[in-house]
């Protein structure tokens, strides 16, 4: 098995796992992916980020030769995706948003299925279920059929069923959606693992905490269109230095401070929180200021903090509009990588 993960390693020089010119694709009259260009690194965790109906899931079943662009061009590990589509295939996996799993199977037989599918002998293809069963915290329920998996657990083992055999890039089409924050910190830990050990992962995601957390760089992307791209720094330097975050003591004061705020230049964010507003602030000086104005206007502030903007900050900013998102245990020492 050593072997194998050893055969499964992706350098990390030499050209980008994917790039991608001008690619667009209409349904209808809808322009679902609008000209995106991309450049993702070998052994990278990319992000592309944006609500629902954004252009993600469009652009990786692009990518991943689900799809044909209309316009432009893109190569996958080298291989072009409209003249070279099996080339591309047999270095990727896909996990899509929704679970495709045999349902009369058992969590395990589904995995040893794949194995075989893919190649490995009985054997192998029964180990390498075991040790994704583990490695996911589905071990105690590696023999029960997958029509009694709570929705969680199907993600989860449709997630490890693209990692049978670990490929150079693997699309993880929001990856963490309806899962608990115990076994979407699993699914973290284990992409983290992967790219670590060399594979590419191109991951799209409504969580800006996620990108934030696992994305080496982010593509922001809105109707079709990549808006920004960079660092997660970098794109938090797009909003201005730093961020006022102010808590009201009264809600109902909410209104009057945002009309105050917009008449002195900014452009405050009304938070979840009824008494919640944050804004950007160029500079730390200015916000004793702000905060002097509010209470002398008779709107009293209960708490206040300063800080580096959120990227879901950067997304309002950049969009005018929040990221939407809809809406176990940490993974074993002994998950390897199979190629």
Known sequence: MAALAEEGRVERDGPPAIIAEGLTKRFGATRAVDGIDLSVRR?????????NGAGKTTTVRLLSTLIRPDRGRARVLGHDIVTEPAAVRAGIALTGQFASLDEDLTGRDNLVLIGRLLGLGGRPARSRADQLLAAFGLAEAARRQVRTYSGGMRRRLDIAASLVVTPDLIFLDEPTTGLDPRSRAQVWAIVQGLAGRGTTVLL?????????????RIAVIDHGRVIAEGTSAELKARVGSGTLHLTLANHAERERAVALLAALGHQPRREVDRRGLSL??????????????????????????YGQPTLDQVFFALTGH?????????????LEVMR
Not at 281 to 305: H, K, Q, S
Not at 323 to 332: D, H, I, L, V
């Open 43 to 51: 052994g990278a965790i990319y992000g592309l980020l944006g609500p």
């Open 204 to 216: 799209t995601t409504q969580y800006l905490e996620e990108a934030d957390r696992l994305a080496e």
């Open 322 to 334: 929040a990221a939407e998102p809809e809406g176990a245990a940490t993974p074993g020492p002994g």
């Open 280 to 305: 950007p602030v160029a500079d730390a000086d200015v916000a004793p200021d702000l905060i002097a104005r509010l209470i002398a206007a008779g709107i009293p502030v209960a708490d206040f903090a």
